[in-house]
């Protein structure tokens, strides 16, 4: 993979996540799509492609329910707001 991460940044995590691989695939390439969190957002994104849907982590802790995190969920959203971006 080419070097076209984004860096990561310092500091406390609000939600669980780092750099997750999903099973979710890219519409146009076919590669996997990463789980990434930012400052305040949480995106999913294709680093071949340089696309990526991303929801505020505001928005993404409506997904707590008592304490976990449906990820489920958050995912499948997430992936449907990156299909209907720009495609
Ligand atoms: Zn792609």
């Known amino acids: 993979m080419a070097g ?3 860096r990561r940044r310092g500091g406390r995590a ?3 996540v780092a ?3 999903t099973a979710y695939r890219c ?3 076919g590669r996997p799509l990463e789980l990434a969190e930012w400052k305040h ?10 696309r990526a849907a991303c ?3 505001f928005r993404a802790w409506r ?3 008592r304490g976990e995190l449906r990820w489920r969920q958050l995912m499948e959203d997430l ?3 990156y299909c209907l971006e720009g495609t």
């Open 41 to 50: 957002e949480v995106c999913l994104a294709c680093w071949a492609c340089l």
């Open 14 to 16: 609000a939600l669980p």
């Open 19 to 21: 750099e997750v691989v």
């Open 79 to 81: 992936y449907r707001a």
């Open 55 to 57: 929801f505020t982590t």
């Open 63 to 65: 997904y707590f329910v």
């Open 4 to 6: 076209a991460r984004p």
């Open 27 to 29: 519409p146009r390439c």
